[in-house]
């Protein structure tokens, strides 16, 4: 989490050496039907007045620089790097920083019908479903999300962060944590697992077109959470990691296929964007990561692998 907390520590400066206010200011980072996340920078310090908030829905947020006060209906914590934020729709909350300024948080947000569907989903108990604390603190379960979180808000990784993903899952581990699920989640049906043999076998047919985990769920006939956890199960892999792959595998052979753009081919950046890549630098990334080599050089030497 380096890059995160040089970022907030470089805000904090900005507003020490200007003698302006402190503030939040909120980048959104991805959003679906039912979710959305945003990367918030807060610069408000010890001499600043806490102000009552509202959760407008369910609020999960990574705690990944600085530390702060949060008092809700569940009670008063302090929230320090590796902790999540826990906020239930509707209540109303307050954070202070009365021993240190400044503060990032990935913060996913979610309609209450949807978190209530996941969490359904993942074997919580039917009806209103409110978390009973406001924190998690800094658990080994969560560290791999909130890893993932930072590498999507900094650009770094290979590729598009797969946000839907991260928010099915960062919603089933909190509610794990806090205790909420009553019952185990059910075993996959082989109805389900014939399903999304067939998704895979659409993706490999289509790896460009704009599949999201939403769009895969529906076409399977399944949840989003039961589609996730069932395609880890078959497959061995997340739909994003199978997707990425088909997507870097239909480039690569476009490459050794298509002839160099100085003969009159293809450009590089043309075949990543028809290979469903909306961004050249994170193609370039992905590809090297996947075949030890840069998509020009893999161009150039026929598809030939470095030894």
């Known amino acids: 989490m380096g890059k995160i907390a040089v970022t907030l520590q470089q805000a904090l400066a900005r507003r020490e050496q200007e003698g ?9 980072l991805a959003q679906g039907a039912g979710w959305d996340v945003a990367d918030v920078l807060c610069t408000l310090g010890p001499r600043d007045q806490p102000f009552e908030e509202r959760h407008g829905g369910v609020c999960i947020a990574m705690v990944v620089a600085g530390s702060f006060g949060y008092r809700a209906a569940p009670g008063r914590e302090l929230l320090t790097p590796g902790a999540l934020l826990l906020g239930n729709a509707g209540d109303c909350f307050e954070c202070g920083h009365r021993h240190g300024a400044g503060d990032r948080c990935i913060a996913f947000r979610y309609a209450p019908a949807y978190f209530e569907r996941l969490a359904a989903d993942a074997g919580a108990a039917s009806g209103k479903l409110n978390f009973k604390r406001a924190r998690l603190p800094s ?23 797969a946000w839907d993903e991260l928010a099915v899952e960062l919603a089933a581990a909190a509610l794990n944590a806090s205790g909420a699920l009553t019952r185990p989640e059910p075993s996959a049906s082989a109805t389900a697992w014939s399903r999304v043999a067939q998704i895979a076998r659409v993706i490999d047919e289509m790896p460009g077109a ?98």
């Open 20 to 28: 302006a206010r402190g503030g939040t200011n909120a980048r959104g």
């Open 139 to 161: 658990l080994r379960a969560l560290s791999p999300l909130i890893a993932r979180a930072c590498a999507g808000a900094c650009g770094d990784g290979s590729g598009a962060a």
């Open 210 to 307: 704009p599949h999201t985990l939403a769009s895969l769920a529906a076409a399977a006939g399944l949840s989003e959470f039961h589609f996730l956890r069932t395609f880890q199960r078959v497959v061995g892999v997340t739909p994003h990691q199978y997707l990425l792959r088909a997507r870097l595998r239909a480039a690569a052979l476009r490459l050794r296929e298509v002839e160099d753009e100085r003969a009159g081919g293809a450009k590089v950046v043309d075949i990543a964007l028809d290979c469903g890549f909306n961004d050249l630098s994170n193609f370039n990334h992905a590809f090297r990561a996947e075949f030890a080599s840069s998509p020009r050089a893999w161009r150039a030497r026929g598809g030939a692998r470095r030894p």
